[in-house]
């Protein structure tokens, strides 16, 4: 266990100094974020050594989910990832669709009710109708598989069913309105999942 006395203090100090004479640290920057991880590729190239980097960060910070007396049950953390545009061309493959290479795609992640199937066939209708409004093409659903070992009894008697939808850029417009688009798709399917007019 880390002893918090003035040998420590001194330590912290010099090693604030070093990173300030020989890094980008500054300490009129610093405050406090505990919880916060960022790991990036300096050249920009997609690396499973980034990903492993921010699996051990949230490894490093397991103490701020908010972990209950249960020891598995948190808020959870994730991590942010490019989409593996690979790994998804499969898996429209298995909905019987041919990928459009050519276009750009989404992923959408949605978080469905587990236990009424009524109220998740309800969800996905308002999904796929925003999406469709918006004049985009649906390649169909994909379930995410959840290992359910690892959650404590709280969280597994609470969980949702998580699906993805994967979209198609279809009306071929440029990534800054496609991502626009799906971004107000997203806000409409909330409006209209909560009940309100939009």
Same mark, same amino acid.
């Given at each position: ?26 300490? $009129? ?10 790991? /990036? ?6 690396? %499973? ?81 925003? /999406?469709? %409004? ?13 290992? /359910? ?7 597994? $008697? ?27 798709? %997203? ?12």
């Amino acid at each position: 266990m880390t002893k918090f006395d003035a040998s420590w203090v001194k330590a912290e100090e010099a090693k604030r100094k070093h990173m300030a004479e020989n890094g980008l640290y500054s300490e $009129a920057e610093e405050h406090a974020s505990c919880g916060v991880g960022l790991v /990036v590729s300096i050249d920009g190239k997609p690396s %499973r050594k980034v990903v492993q980097a921010g699996i051990d960060a949230l490894k490093a910070v397991w103490h701020r989910g908010a972990v209950d007396a249960d020891g598995k049950t948190g808020d959870g953390a994730g991590i942010h990832v490019q989409i593996p545009v690979p790994f998804f061309y499969n898996q429209i493959e298995r909905t019987g669709h041919t990928p459009r290479m050519e276009e750009l795609m989404a992923v959408g992640q949605v978080f469905l009710p587990r236990t009424n199937f009524g109220a998740q066939e309800t969800c996905r209708t308002i999904v796929e109708s925003e /999406v469709l %409004r918006m004049g985009y093409y649906i390649y169909g659903w994909r379930h995410v598989p959840v290992n /359910v070992a690892c959650l404590g009894d709280k969280a597994n $008697a609470t969980r949702p069913e998580i699906e993805q939808i994967l979209i198609s850029n279809s009306k071929g417009v440029s990534e800054e309105i496609f991502e626009r688009e799906l971004y107000v798709i %997203r806000r409409r399917i909330e409006k209209a999942a909560s009940g309100g007019w939009y």
